[in-house]
């Protein structure tokens, strides 16, 4: 399996630029989560999603910020507009109901490096 | 916040050695993971607890939980230049069904050859 794939890798921006994030979860997993990952904030969730579905959207930091699961392989997030605080590396990450279940395993892509000046 | 908090930050150790990294969180939790980081990459999963655990072992990992202390700790032993990365902890808080995994800042391990 190729794992969860995130595109793009590294993305460069100007303030109020639109950013869109996307990610592939593992086929078959029915879990998607969106992490953001900053020194000094550590791992922040942002959003999850169950069968395409936003559960909790409570981490997301403002309303410039949106998140869709149109199918089970494919969500975006996308930040409109950015700001340079926005600058941080966003995870996606993926997960079956036994695995959350038993394990409780997340799969992470290797995540989106954002820089926003 | 549920976020956990591990201790120390870094911690820089000799190839041979054992490494111990502690993660406090503030509620009450049904299981309880660590995670480990490489420089520029993606988490990948070490092992779960569980609440009702208090060790757990896997290779040359052993972890432990103390929900009295909202404590656990990661060891691991005969450490290896390769073990250099960051460790985090996730703790998993929510009713059943509703999974929302919430990470420490992570603490940077340091193997020395």
């Known amino acids: 399996d190729a794992g969860v794939i995130q595109s793009p890798r590294h993305e460069v921006t100007e303030m109020g630029q639109e950013v869109t994030l996307r990610c592939k979860p593992i086929?078959?997993?029915?879990?998607l989560f969106w992490y953001r990952q900053t020194m000094m904030r550590g791992l922040e969730l942002l959003i999850y999603?169950?069968?395409?579905?936003?559960?909790?959207d409570s981490g997301m930091p403002e309303d410039r910020f949106s998140a869709k699961m149109p199918n089970a392989s494919f969500s975006t997030l996308k930040i409109q507009p950015s700001e340079p605080r926005d600058s941080a590396v966003y995870f996606c990450?993926?997960?079956?109901?036994?695995?959350?279940?038993?394990?409780?395993?997340?799969?992470f892509g290797e995540g989106s490096r954002l820089t926003v000046l | 916040s549920q976020q956990g908090e591990e201790d120390p930050q870094a911690l820089s150790i000799q190839e041979g050695e054992n490494a111990t990294m502690n993660c406090s969180y503030k509620?009450?939790?049904?299981?309880l993971q660590w995670y480990r980081q490489n420089s520029g990459r993606g988490l990948v999963h070490l092992i779960l607890?569980?609440?009702?655990?208090r060790e757990k072992h896997s290779g040359r990992l052993r972890v432990t939980l103390d929900t009295s202390k909202k404590s656990s700790s990661l060891l691991i032993t005969a450490s290896r230049a390769a073990d250099t990365a960051s460790y985090f902890c996730?703790?998993?808080?929510?009713?059943?069904?509703?999974?929302?995994?919430?990470f420490g800042t992570g603490t940077s391990l340091t193997v020395i050859p």
């Open positions: 990450a993926s997960s079956s109901s036994d695995r959350v279940e038993n394990t409780g395993e997340l799969f």
């Open positions: 086929s078959g997993h029915d879990y």
């Open positions: 999603f169950n069968n395409n579905v936003p559960i909790d």
């Open positions: 509620t009450s939790i049904n299981n």
């Open positions: 607890i569980r609440s009702n655990e």
């Open positions: 996730a703790t998993d808080a929510s009713p059943r069904g509703r999974n929302q995994f919430y």
